[in-house]
């Protein structure tokens, strides 16, 4: 047997509760199985959880975690900003937000969404000197002085995060020892100058490595203006606040982190007095309040193995296959959904139905028997779920998507159109 991650304390109890509701409650609102489920309450209780740490400081989410439209609309008054990497994530927040709280960071960004940006009046997290260029010449085209902040590069790496971003070559960021001159250069263009964007890794477990990569951030965009001579208005720390996927592993004490980076906020160096400062976060906000369901189509036997096989499987949630980043697969937490009790009563693999040994939901895990008919759940899916995985591979329907308890949401619940 395989151990699994923990259950998110959300969903511990059996049968399977989300949001007041049993599983096959969830899929009779859907209509159909797989789906998603995400439980609002879940996001709202992080929310506040940040603001009683962060006291003075802004929370932006970073939509790519998970673009669900019902989900924005129901984040946008609870959040400072939505942080955005291409038009199509743009324009999914343009009538939730003012131009002003929202960014746009990313390499590659094409002329026409240069274009849109600009004429969105939102900020653009530069990533390159060229970019920069055209950036100030699309805004003269257009007659609209553009809003740029610059995305620095930095020397400092994220220790013990899963993907680093800083401390190296890197196609994000211009690196520090050029983000002073390019923020001259955008000063000096006319553009409206709006701050420093670092960002140093995802997907931390360590809150002492997060409370010195803040530290050295803060030490870096004080040096950056003391060089350029102007105060930024905004410094975007980053974030790369981690959620516990797997056997062993933690949540985050971000009380710990909070105290810390208040404190230090206390005596900013004068380069950056006046300066408002935000943490960006994707999966910390939502990974945790996603549940991935899918119906148990078949039970099979092979050469002494169990195969659960379910309706769906990396197609939806390619994450938990361990097929997006992960350099060694482990379990994720799963459940059988309808089992009166998680303890396990046997070890079996859960499948999906994809014809690829890489479709595979759960290894050589303890769960309880699970029959064709059952349903599993997956947790760990609300951030990076449907929209960082292969949805048209295999040709199977898209699953529904539910956003549970946001009463004042409309169409929370997207169904499927079935092929
Ligand atoms: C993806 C991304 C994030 C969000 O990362 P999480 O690990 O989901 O918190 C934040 N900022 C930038 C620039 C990103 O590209």
């Known amino acids: 047997m395989k151990p699994m991650g923990t259950i998110p304390a959300d969903f511990a109890g059996a049968p399977l509760v989300i949001a007041g509701r049993s599983a096959e409650e969830w899929v009779d609102v859907a209509g159909d199985t797989p789906l998603f489920v995400y439980d609002f309450a879940a996001v709202a209780r992080r929310v506040a959880r940040f603001r009683a740490a962060f006291s003075g400081v802004d929370l932006h989410y970073a939509i790519k975690a998970n673009p669900f439209a019902p989900l924005l609309a129901a984040m946008a008054p609870l959040v400072d900003g939505f942080d955005v990497a291409s038009a199509g994530e743009l324009a999914r927040v343009t009538r939730l937000k003012r131009g002003h709280a929202i960014s746009f960071a990313g390499p590659g960004k094409r002329r026409d969404e240069i274009e849109a940006a600009i004429r969105a009046g939102i900020t653009i997290n530069l990533e390159s000197e060229g970019e920069a260029a055209r950036a100030i010449a699309i805004g003269d085209v257009l007659g609209l002085v553009p809003r740029l902040a610059v995305r620095v590069n930095p020397e ?66 004080a040096r950056l203006s003391e ?26 004490d971000i009380e710990a982190i909070g105290a810390a980076l208040v404190e230090r906020l206390g005596s900013l160096p004068a380069g950056l007095e006046g300066t408002r400062f935000a943490i960006e976060l994707g999966r910390w906000l ?57 303890a396990p009563t046997e070890v079996a693999s859960v499948v999906g139905p994809l ?5 595979r939901l759960a290894d ?5 028997v699970a029959h064709p008919g059952d349903l599993i759940a997956v947790f760990m899916a609300g951030a990076y779920g449907l929209s960082a995985s292969p949805a048209g591979f295999l040709g199977h329907p898209a699953p ?19 092929a």
């Open 156 to 221: 400092i790496e994220l220790r013990g995060s899963g993907m680093r971003m800083g401390g190296r070559a890197s196609p994000f960021g211009i690196d520090s020892d050029r983000a002073a001159a390019l923020a001259r250069e955008v000063i000096d263009s006319g553009a409206e100058w709006c701050g420093f964007h670092i960002f140093a890794g995802s997907q931390a477990l360590d809150e002492q490595a997060i409370i010195e990569t803040q530290a050295e951030t803060l030490a870096l965009a």
């Open 227 to 252: 060089q350029v001579g102007v105060v930024p208005p905004l410094v975007n720390l980053g974030g790369g606040f981690g959620i516990p996927y797997f056997p062993g592993e933690v949540p985050l």
């Open 286 to 342: 939502v990974g945790e309040a996603g549940v991935y369901l899918t119906r148990v189509v078949d039970r099979k036997q092979s050469r002494g193995e169990t195969f659960i096989v379910t309706d769906g499987g990396m197609n939806h949630q390619l994450a938990a296959s361990g097929n997006l980043g992960t350099v060694v697969r482990r379990n994720y937490p799963v459940a059988v959904a309808t089992a009166p009790a998680h």
């Open 355 to 359: 014809c690829t040994p890489l479709d």
């Open 364 to 368: 050589h895990v303890g769960i309880p």
């Open 400 to 418: 529904a998507e539910i956003l549970a308890g946001a009463p004042d949401v409309p169409n929370a619940i997207f169904t499927s159109p079935k």
